[in-house]
Nanobody, 119 residues
Framework: QVRLEESGGGLVQAGGSLRLSCTASGRIFTPVAMAWFRQAPGKERELVASIRWANGDKYYADSIKGRFTISRELRRNTIYLHINTPLSEDTAVYYC????????????WGQGTQVTVFS
């Protein structure tokens, strides 16, 4: 079984920066892709950014493009989300997810980490 553990959330001032981390542990882990999702109060969970494990290809949601950066560290089975110039609407619980080989979507999820942007 794969376990995903997020860290790095907390309070961040608008215009500041924050880095989220997600480390996978457990069984031998070679996903197709990993991603960051977020869910704000009263809203549905949305895909923020994803990265393909093999070649590092990235996807970004339009709402965060140019402000957030996703990266991976293969030897640590870790992905990062660098949050730059956050806005109040970026306040949400951020979840890490993984897509396994042969799976059609993201089936492994972390517990989430809260990010709160204040002015």
């Amino acid at each position: 079984q794969v376990r995903l553990e997020e860290s790095g959330g907390g309070l961040v001032q608008a215009g500041g920066s924050l880095r989220l981390s997600c480390t996978a542990s457990g069984r031998i882990f070679t996903p197709v892709a990993m991603a960051w999702f977020r869910q704000a109060p009263g809203k549905e969970r949305e895909l923020v950014a994803s990265i393909r494990w093999a070649n590092g290809d990235k996807y970004y949601a339009d709402s965060i493009k140019g402000r957030f950066t996703i990266s991976r560290e293969l030897r640590r089975n870790t992905i990062y989300l660098h949050i730059n110039t956050p806005l109040s609407e970026d306040t949400a619980v951020y979840y890490c997810a993984a897509q396994r080989v042969g799976a059609s979507g993201y089936g492994d999820w972390g517990q989430g980490t809260q990010v709160t942007v204040f002015s």
